[in-house]
């Protein structure tokens, strides 16, 4: 059966007004109205791109948007800054009706938007549960019968009785959490406010989430920028960009998409780096990671087979090349790294442009933001060695063991062993 089903809907926004627009546009539209006919303004308007300076006063946050949702699936909404993840949840929640279009739904839906959405900062905590319950759609003999249970896993027992203004951020997405996670609903549809709560109640939660879809076959929407707990919690996805949907479907597939149509990527200027040292008798021109289908990325699972694609530039023909690849970590400490020579691989290359390729099967390192350095040598003699680094690349923890979960670990490196 289905839970939510979206039919070709929209929103579009008037940029630097509230509501609509002028009066003279809302009067037009009922003038078109009147006659039956559509909505002038919805045939202007410009593509969501919050980077790009637009003509038109009119913006279309979200354009078409086609999907199915059934009962019991865990749906990751992925996509960038601006993608129209909030908008989309917004719509679904109810909160803000779609400009064309219709949103079907089955069962009571329960959502956390904002942190602390529906808290009045005067009262307490305890009175906030009953208030908020209330307006997720909870009877108070529901609350009453779950209070115990929704203070306990909030972990802000101490202050229950005391106003939630003085709550810290933390604390308030804790107990809103706590809330619409024990509410009896069919969906719960929760955005990027996880990210508020410590390390701890973020696993919590995720633990709570996946009890709710696996264990109580309950549909869940989630959105947010981390892409191990989407992969870890989510069997389906949905990604958006610029306010279209671009995929739907497997998280793995949803999620190697997403990687590989980023468009934040730019292939590295290492030819513009001017500090080097060496004869430059054979210099690197440009470095870039390549997923194992050929697709560049600008982004890596733990666990994923990667090529590393390095072209370099040779004055002339040249024998005995040996080429060197450091991974250093967001402070530029040294992870380990690797030359040619170390497997007696040395090159002969051709004058003008070569293209070599290492290939790194089941890539362990694990560091939030990997450098990429490098150094060539033409026999025992420095060639090229850039004091800076030709790639950085973002890494996500992913399923290195092929366990079907991600395993998280404050470690640079991840092992694989034979148990016996």
């Known amino acids: 059966m289905l839970a939510l089903k979206a039919e070709n809907i ?27 006919k559509e909505d002038p303004y919805l045939k202007i308007g410009e593509t969501n791109d919050r980077s790009s300076k637009g003509s038109s006063e009119y913006v279309w946050s979200l354009r078409d948007i086609n999907f199915e949702i059934e009962q019991g699936d865990a749906v990751g909404i992925i996509g960038r800054n601006g993608a129209g993840k909030s ?33 009045h900062p005067e009262m307490t905590g305890r009175e906030n549960i009953y208030l908020n319950g209330a307006i997720l759609g909870m009877t108070k003999k529901e609350i009453k019968r779950k209070f115990d249970e929704i203070v306990d896993f909030s972990g802000v027992e101490r202050y229950i009785d005391t106003p939630v203004k ?14 619409a996670a024990h509410l009896e609903s069919e969906i719960l549809i929760v955005d990027e406010v996880l990210a508020v709560g410590d390390a701890e109640f973020q696993k919590k939660c995720l633990g709570k989430m996946g009890d709710v879809t696996k264990g109580e076959g309950r549909t869940i929407l989630f959105v947010s920028h981390n892409m191990a707990a989407v992969k870890s919690l989510c069997n389906k ?6 306010g279209k949907l ?5 998280v793995n597939d949803c999620l190697d998409k997403y990687l590989v149509s980023s468009i934040d990527y730019t292939k590295s200027k ?32 733990t666990g994923q087979n990667l090529k590393l694609v390095i072209i370099l530039n040779c004055v002339s023909d040249t024998e005995n ?8 970590d967001k402070f530029d400490d040294t992870l380990s790294y690797i030359y040619s020579g170390f497997q007696n691989h040395y090159y002969h290359l051709k004058k003008g442009e070569n293209k070599i390729v290492l290939l790194l099967e089941n890539f362990s390192i694990f560091s939030s933001l990997l450098k990429i350095r490098g150094r060539i040598l033409v026999g025992t003699v420095e060639s090229d060695w850039p004091q800076q680094a030709l790639l950085e690349i973002k890494i996500e923890q992913g ?22």
Do not use: C
Request: charged share 20%; proline share 1%.
């Open 166 to 179: 003085r709550y810290s951020s933390g604390m308030y997405v804790r107990l809103a959490f706590a809330v």
């Open 87 to 119: 908008t989309l949840l917004k719509l679904l929640s109810k909160v803000t009706k779609p400009t064309t279009g219709k949103i079907y739904t089955n069962g009571r839906i329960a959502s956390l938007l904002e942190v602390g959405t529906g808290f």
């Open 399 to 420: 399923d290195f063991f092929n366990t079907g979960k991600t395993i998280e670990i404050e470690a640079p490196f991840l092992i694989k062993g034979n148990w016996s």
């Open 237 to 242: 996805g949905i990604l958006l960009q610029n």
């Open 270 to 301: 290492v030819s513009d780096i001017t500090d080097r040292t060496g004869s430059q008798q054979v210099t690197f021109s440009d470095v870039y990671i390549e997923d194992q289908n050929g697709y560049t990325i600008n982004s890596i699972f």
């Open 246 to 250: 671009l995929f739907n479907g497997g």
């Open 321 to 328: 090349v040996d080429i060197g690849i450091s991974f250093h």
């Open 10 to 36: 929209s929103k579009q926004y008037r940029l630097g007004q509230v509501g609509t627009g002028t009066l003279t546009h809302d009067l037009n539209r009922f003038w078109h109205r009147m006659r039956g």
